[in-house]
């Protein structure tokens, strides 16, 4: 193997690249578009939630507790039901996202001195919005607590809280890296799945087989620019999830970049021996789209736990190298985890990558079929 | 011949996709310095044959050597002794004319002072020493063919196969080009290159005729021309050329159109001149000159192919 050859092809592929503003452009926008369109669908805007009230108690107080609800920014009433069972529909029709439920001995309870219950039923479908809203809640019954009775110690209004569709309810800080881990996937193999496909669709690739250079020279020279790009776009995701999305990054920066770099290389690697068996660049890059996009949405534990899926699909999440990616970034950005800890996560994300790696390399002929 | 002096050799070479036969059992050997020339119509087989002497396409039946080494097992060894230019222009449209330069020399490892000597050499050669910016794409197509083939001939490869190097240029471009080919030759380099134009076979020091996947005719072009045409070609001039053709057409004579000239191919010129003078006097058409001529290769061709 040859450096100068190698670096002879990263160069030209990188003019290349260059001179391609529209992938250039895609390159980079796609994981900051990616994160806006599926990271605000987690974390919405969370004013005039819409709620739906059912007063069984019609007291004085009960009403004064719901007007406070109405009062505030957070919450828009959107309607007054008299029975426990008409919330359902409300919630099930997606036109309310909050239930506010007053029992009917609410304000007897107040008034002996007793905790007062309250339920509150949320939409936990958009997990993200169901946590801000729990908060608001507590913040607006707190507040009614106080300016009622300044007697009494102990919480008046106790909140019983049930989360309906999603009872985890995890909040957005764990999402967006597990986010940030799925994206990666799909960019890293797009990134080259076009690259080799190319050149046989434009002729170039029989002149370049006819020199002697040496297959591995040949895909380390084509991975390395597609390298430096996913390093870029990681870095792009990392800032977004920190300064926008205000993810905590406890975890040292230098342990991600290394082990994003050692996940780039796999999911590079993936995508070019996509395009190397494919040949044609639109059959590629949709491989490369379904092979990593499904997967690693399903099957990474990002949408759903490991432990809770049947066994066939358990060890079928052994080979999807998002998985370790996903769990290696959220313990990196919420725990802090140094590498001992993520020793399993990291060598067979290691191993994909020098499996599929080798594969490409077996699978590149220079030869024309 | 001296096995030391064999270039390329080849021995039943056969190339098949699916039940078709691009290339039939085809056996011949190019000497070291020679210039030697595929001639065939498109499909005939030529493309097939020259990708699998360049290691780039498996043969399915045959064998073959190239600079000593085996087509099939040592293809690799093949592809760092020879350059290659494909009939399709295959460098990089959207790279520069130096920007491809330099990429050919990293691939065929030329390193150092020669990588810049090297440079220059295709530069000059190509007529881009003022253009080393400009995008390849916007160059004309005989431009292109040129830097093509300084690209390929960057490592200095003792052997250059060219699949078609002058299909679609000028004909002004083509004779440079063919400039450039005898000079490659005279510096010992070994030439093979494919062609469909006729005129360019007679360029070369030997060559072979295929088609339909068969060599059908192999020689110098003059052993060609004296071999294979037991008949004669009579050239004849007229001041009517196109009513000429028609006249001696009917009355048995096989004439084709030659520019603004007329070949009529017969068994024996004594009784046949007398009798088109006659013909043509007959239907008042003036007879400017009738010759005998050197049969062309487009003669030995066509000749060939009808016995086929
Ligand atoms: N990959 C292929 N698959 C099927 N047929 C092919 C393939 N390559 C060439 N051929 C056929 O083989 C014949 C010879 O092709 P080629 O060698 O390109 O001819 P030439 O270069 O003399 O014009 C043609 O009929 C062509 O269609
Ligand atoms: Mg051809």
New binding site residues.
């Given amino acids: 193997m040859k450096f100068p050859r190698i670096r002879a092809i990263a160069k030209k592929e990188l003019i290349q690249i260059r001179r391609d503003p529209l992938s250039l452009a895609m390159a980079f926008l796609m994981p900051v578009m990616l994160l806006f369109i599926f990271g605000y669908a987690i974390t919405l805007d969370v004013n005039n939630l819409k709620t739906v009230v059912c007063d069984l108690d019609k007291s004085m107080l009960s009403r004064e507790l719901a007007a406070q609800f109405g009062k505030s920014d957070y919450f828009t009433i959107i309607d007054r039901v008299h029975s426990y069972g008409e919330i359902d529909g409300y919630l099930d029709r997606g036109e309310a996202l909050v239930a506010i439920s007053i029992p009917r001995d609410f304000s007897e309870n107040i008034k002996r001195g007793r905790p007062a219950e309250l339920q509150v039923i949320v939409d936990g479908s958009d997990s993200n919005t169901a946590t801000i809203a729990l908060g608001y809640i507590s913040a607006v019954t707190g507040l009614f607590s106080e300016k009622i009775a300044v007697r009494q110690s102990p919480p008046l209004i106790e909140t019983r809280v049930r989360v309906w569709f999603n009872e985890e309810l995890e909040s957005r800080n764990y999402i967006i890296p597990g986010l940030i881990a799925v994206i990666m996937s799909v960019i890293a193999a797009l990134l080259t799945s076009l690259t080799v496909a190319r050149e046989w669709e434009r002729g170039t690739m029989e002149q370049l087989i006819s020199t002697p250079v040496k297959t591995q020279e040949f895909i380390l020279g084509k991975l390395m620019p597609y390298f430096l790009i996913g390093f870029i776009d990681m870095l792009i995701s990392v800032l977004l999830a920190v300064f926008l999305f205000d993810v905590p990054m406890k975890g040292s920066l230098f342990l991600l970049a290394g082990l994003s770099s050692l996940f780039l290389f796999g999911g590079l690697s993936l995508g070019m021996l996509i395009s190397i068996v494919a040949k044609s660049q639109l059959v590629a890059s949709q491989i490369a789209m379904v092979a990593t996009f499904l997967p690693a949405f399903l099957l990474s534990g990002f949408m759903y736990a490991i432990p809770n899926m049947p066994k066939p699909l358990q060890v079928i999440t052994y080979a999807i190298p998002a998985r370790y990616f996903v769990s290696i970034l959220k313990d990196i950005f919420l725990k802090g985890n140094a590498l001992h800890m993520l020793l399993f996560e990291t060598s067979l994300l290691g191993l994909f990558a020098l499996v599929v790696f080798a594969i490409a390399n077996k699978k590149f002929k220079k030869r024309?079929? | 011949m001296n096995e030391n002096n064999i270039a390329v050799k080849v021995e039943g070479l056969t190339r098949t996709?699916?039940d078709?036969t691009?290339?039939e059992r085809i056996s011949f050997s190019v000497s070291r310095g020679e210039i030697y020339g595929f001639l065939?119509?498109?499909?005939?087989?030529?493309?097939?044959?020259?990708?699998m002497l360049c290691g780039l396409l498996l043969p399915t039946g045959g064998n073959g050597t190239v600079g000593g080494f085996d087509i099939v097992k040592e293809s690799e060894k093949i592809k760092k002794t020879i350059g290659y230019m494909s009939?399709k222009f295959s460098l990089y449209d959207d790279l520069s004319v130096e920007e491809n330069i330099t990429f050919f020399s990293g691939m065929y490892g030329v390193t150092g002072k020669n990588k810049k000597e090297r440079k220059e050499w295709v530069l000059e050669m190509s007529g881009l020493k003022d253009k080393r910016a400009v995008i390849t794409k916007t160059l004309p197509g005989g431009i292109k063919q040129r830097l093509a083939l300084g690209c390929a001939l960057l490592h200095e490869p003792p052997v250059i196969f060219l699949?078609?190097p002058t299909s679609g240029v000028d004909p002004v471009s083509r004779r440079n080009f063919w400039s450039l080919i005898y000079e490659m030759a005279k510096g010992g380099t070994t030439v093979f290159v494919?062609t469909?134009y006729m005129d360019e076979a007679e360029h070369c020091d030997r060559l072979a005729l295929?088609y339909r996947?068969k060599i059908i005719a192999e020689g110098t072009p003059t052993e060609l021309k004296v071999q294979y045409m037991s008949r004669y070609v009579l050239e004849i001039e007229t001041d009517r050329t196109f009513e000429a053709l028609e006249v001696l057409n009917r009355s048995g004579f096989e004439t084709a159109l030659f520019g603004s000239l007329l070949h009529a191919v017969v068994d024996d010129t004594k009784t046949a001149v007398p009798e088109i003078e006659k013909e043509l006097e007959k239907a008042d058409i003036k007879v400017i000159r009738i010759d005998k001529i050197m049969p062309s290769l487009e003669d030995v061709f066509v000749t060939l192919i009808e016995s086929a």
Avoid: L, M
């Fill in positions: 024309i079929e | 996709f699916g078709f691009a290339v065939g119509p498109n499909g005939a087989g030529k493309s097939t044959t020259i990708k009939q699949d078609e494919t469909h295929i996947g």
